[in-house]
T-cell receptor, first 115, second 104 residues
Framework: GAGVSQTPSNKVTEKGKYVELRCDPI?????LYWYRQSLGQGPEFLIY????????DSGLPNDRFFAVRPEGSVSTLKIQRTERGDSAVYLC?????????????FGPGTRLTVL | AQRVTQPEKLLSVFKGAPVELKCNYS??????LFWYVQYSRQRLQLLLR??SRESIKGFTADLNKGETSFHLKKPFAQEEDSAMYYC??????FGTGTSLTVIP
């Protein structure tokens, strides 16, 4: 079956603009995760959804970052007033149940560049 | 705080030599530990998790609670093992990764 997909694959924007990044998880997976990966670093946790609700959003760096998953499948990560420091690869992953021991299936990522 | 440390950013070994990628974690409870791998131009994927106690592509990892470690090992490295390896703790916490190069 289809894996996790993310769109767009690349996004270039100007400082101060608003961007939306989309994630389509594996069908039937209840848990969805967003990570940010900067050059030379590992994935950094942002937010975790269990169904439609954000079960843990402790990784969101500030209130410019927001994510939704209104129907429990597709999720959108929204970044307001982008800054150059937001430039990174944004990864999405999904897992079947969201347990600590669950395998996460990753998407290919969206490379965000803020000029 | 929960944290994963991978002390080696780069590791090179010759084909056929043993390889060990180090991972140490910080967590006061009972951890769930994973190794994820990213091959060139591919997405991040699970290699193995400690709960399964399985060997994947010849790799094994043993949880040592006393040393808070989960090192990844393979007795004979292959060229196709060249990749980026990430250790992960409890779903959310990833190390900075080790880039493994197997020299032919």
């Amino acid at each position: 079956g289809a894996g996790v997909s993310q769109t767009p694959s690349n996004k270039v924007t100007e400082k101060g603009k608003y961007v939306e990044l989309r994630c389509d998880p594996i069908s039937g997976h209840t848990a969805l995760y967003w990570y940010r990966q900067s050059l030379g670093q590992g994935p950094e946790f942002l937010i975790y959804f269990q169904g439609t609700g954000a079960a843990d959003d402790s990784g969101l760096p500030n209130d410019r970052f927001f994510a939704v998953r209104p129907e429990g499948s597709v999720s959108t990560l929204k970044i307001q007033r982008t800054e150059r420091g937001d430039s990174a690869v944004y990864l999405c992953a999904s897992s079947e149940l969201g347990y600590r021991a669950d395998t996460q299936y990753f998407g290919p990522g969206t490379r965000l560049t803020v000029l | 705080a929960q944290r994963v440390t991978q002390p080696e950013k780069l590791l090179s070994v010759f084909k056929g030599a043993p390889v060990e990628l180090k991972c140490n974690y910080s967590y006061s409870g009972s951890p769930e530990l994973f190794w994820y791998v990213q091959y060139s131009r591919q997405r991040l994927q699970l290699l193995l998790r400690h709960i399964s106690r399985e060997s994947i592509k010849g790799f094994t990892a043993d949880l040592n609670k006393g040393e808070t470690s989960f090192h990844l090992k393979k007795p004979f490295a292959q060229e196709e093992d060249s990749a980026m390896y990430y250790c992960a703790l409890n779903q959310f916490y990833f190390g900075t990764g080790t880039s493994l190069t197997v020299i032919p």
